[in-house]
């Protein structure tokens, strides 16, 4: 249960409920924010500064506090203090821990996260929304009832618009060796861990990995350079419960378990097939897109795309030439859909090139690329850019994406009408975010 330095914040909430409720802990050092809604909630973490990066706050907004906290503790959601909840077996920190916590892990789309001691899963699943789709967040604790009941508000997001695909939860002891002997790139613990026992915690981390972790009475962050060394940085003084530690037939059990392990090799078909990708070698159609070649295989075109295989199979003019033109995409757009089709992979490193690979996807009829960039730009939407996101949910029939964009633009709907973007907004768009509004009032 951490605690944390009051800050100076000056009041800007109009809502005269929402209010700083001092902590009555002898260490007078916690503060305990309470507000009416997840937003205020938000809004108050960011005024006091706990963080500024705008995919902290936006996965603070699509995955609420409240859908981790149990009905009969419903009401103090949205009160930045921990929560005892003994019927499931764990606790939940206060937010401005989770804040903290992510601040200083510094994830970042694509990584690879574990969660020791997940409890409820609402950081496990805060994590899986940074990560994107090309990242993963593994929630593991011991308790099989907190396991069931975060899967399960995990499960209930994704009708809201947020499918976390990426999220999974284990029940296992993190001191018990790891069956498939996996390691992250961040690591957050929600117990504290004894010295003696910290480098069990250090081993499951990447290189360059980084971890936030309470070790005795301090929060640290401990960082692994590129060679397997460690540093540590104290950031805080907290008080958490202990990792509880395996038993020695809980041991035996796992050395057994290990034992009788037969590793199998990597997968390793789509790397094999990666390596035909754009390849001159037996390729026997080429794509010049703005004076450029891109070389192809027809037999993975068919079997891949199903564009493709209607083209060659109705026997189309195109499907007759070695060299077909593509004018309607840019390079780097066909590229991607290309190297897609290729490797069931795409480095989509910008928003904009999402935006574009959509159209794309649909009309070469590749429905998981097209759900890939969906996925990318949920996780994207900020104050700038929701409502041209809107609009290519609505233009590319994408249902899931809309209701992300609609959720965050009436969450920020007082910064987001004041956009360019906004007053740029197509009227039928623009007809659906007010109708939504309206059913919200009225429900």
């Known amino acids: 249960w951490g ?28 503060y305990r924010y309470q507000g009416n809604s997840n937003l205020e909630l938000v809004d108050a973490l960011e005024e006091d500064r706990l963080f500024r990066e705008p995919r902290i706050r936006s996965a603070l907004l699509m995955v609420p506090r409240g859908n981790f906290v149990p009905p009969a503790h419903a009401h103090e959601a949205h009160v930045d203090r921990p929560l005892h909840i003994p019927e499931f077996g764990f606790n939940i920190s ?10 200083n892990l510094d994830l970042g789309p694509g990584q690879s996260f574990l ?23 593994l929630g593991i604790d011991i308790s099989e009832t907190g396991i069931k009941f975060a899967s399960h508000r995990v499960k209930e997001l994704a009708p809201k618009g947020v499918a976390l695909q990426n999220v999974h939860f284990e029940q296992r002891n993190v001191f018990l060796r790891d069956l498939k002997d996996r390691r992250w790139d961040r690591i957050h613990c929600g117990a504290s861990c004894g ?71 990597q997968p390793q078909l789509s790397q094999d097939y990666s390596q035909l990708f754009n390849n001159q070698f037996l390729s026997d159609v080429v794509f010049q897109v703005e004076n450029n070649s891109l070389y192809a295989h027809k037999a993975i075109l068919v079997s891949r795309c199903e564009y493709f295989s209607a083209m060659y199979h109705a026997g189309m003019k195109d499907a007759e030439s070695a060299s077909i033109a593509v004018t309607d995409y840019s390079f780097r757009v066909f590229k991607e859909l290309l190297r897609f089709i290729y490797t069931d992979k795409c480095e989509i490193d910008t928003i904009q090139l999402a ?26 939407v900020n104050v700038e850019n929701s409502c041209q996101i809107l609009e290519i ?33 197509k009227k039928e768009c623009l007809r659906e975010v007010l109708d939504v509004a309206m059913h919200r009032m009225e429900a």
């Not at 081993?203 to 060394?229: M, R, S």
């Open 393 to 425: 949910a609505c233009i590319y029939q994408s249902p899931p994406l809309k209701k992300v964009a609609f959720h965050f633009i009436l969450s920020e709907y007082e910064k987001v009408s004041r956009t360019k973007g906004f007053r740029q907004l």
């Open 94 to 103: 206060a937010p401005h821990m989770y804040a903290i916590a992510l601040t």
């Open 355 to 380: 935006g574009d690979l959509i159209p794309a996807a649909e009309y070469y009829r590749i429905d998981r690329l097209k759900q890939i960039c969906a996925h990318t730009l949920a996780q994207a």
């Open 195 to 265: 010295h003696k026992y910290k480098h069990l915690l250090y081993e499951l981390l990447n290189p360059g990995g980084v971890i936030i972790t309470p070790i005795g009475a301090h929060l640290v962050k401990g960082i692994k350079d590129q060679f397997g060394f460690t540093s540590e940085t104290k950031l805080m003084n907290v008080r958490y419960g202990e990792l509880q530690h395996p038993t020695h037939g809980e041991i035996l059990e796992n050395e057994r378990l290990i034992a009788m392990q037969i590793k199998l090799p």
């Open 115 to 137: 969660d020791v001691g997940s409890g409820c899963g609402h950081m496990t699943a805060l994590a899986g929304m940074i990560v994107g789709s090309k990242g993963s967040a």
């Open 3 to 30: 605690l944390f330095p009051t800050p100076h914040r000056r009041p800007s909430l109009q809502d005269s409920t929402s209010r700083l409720v001092p902590s009555k802990q002898s260490f007078a050092m916690a």
